[in-house]
């Protein structure tokens, strides 16, 4: 059993931050259980363009309001405490949160904490192999 504290990963490897939103991995990759879990809190007003080609992930508000842009249909969902999105189709998406938003992601695959977004908002999907090395096995998006 693990049993950590999002307190505990502060300014750690496993807190990630960026100018728009930070976000803290309380599990990843090196834990093997098929998942990634995340707590990632984003500034009010800014505008976050993301795209997972190569995960699942779901997305559930716990602090804050903003809105959810589905950039594949057109169609805006207000996002505020208790309400959850899932990007079950890798959907280019954009965030824009009115005041501080906290929300909890969990992702499949796991995020092993080495990706960063590349041009295209995108994680490559890194997987370990037998050694501990990471390998990129996703085709890179174009
Ligand atoms: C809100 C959202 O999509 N968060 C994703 C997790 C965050 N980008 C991270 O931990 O890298």
């Known amino acids: 059993m693990i049993v950590r504290s999002f307190d505990e990963l502060t300014d750690t490897d496993r807190h990630i931050k960026t100018p728009n939103w ?3 991995r309380i599990v990843l990759a090196r834990e093997d259980v ?19 080609a190569n ?14 842009l589905d950039k594949e249909t057109g169609q805006t969902y207000s996002i505020s405490p208790g309400t959850m999105y899932l990007l079950d189709k890798h959907d280019h998406h954009q965030l824009r949160p009115k ?5 909890i992601c969990v992702f499949n695959p796991p ?7 590349d041009e295209h908002g995108v994680y490559p999907l890194l997987v370990e192999d ?7 096995q996703d085709m ?3």
Request: with cysteine.
């Open 140 to 142: 890179p998006a174009g």
């Open 22 to 24: 930070h976000s803290k």
């Open 34 to 52: 098929g998942f990634s879990l995340h707590e990632t809190v984003l500034d009010a007003g800014t505008i976050n363009d993301f795209w997972y």
């Open 99 to 103: 005041t501080q938003m906290r929300m």
């Open 55 to 68: 995960h699942y992930e779901a997305v559930l508000c716990v602090e804050g309001e903003g809105e959810l």
């Open 111 to 117: 995020v092993t904490g080495a990706e960063v977004h």
């Open 130 to 136: 037998a050694d501990g090395n990471l390998v990129r």
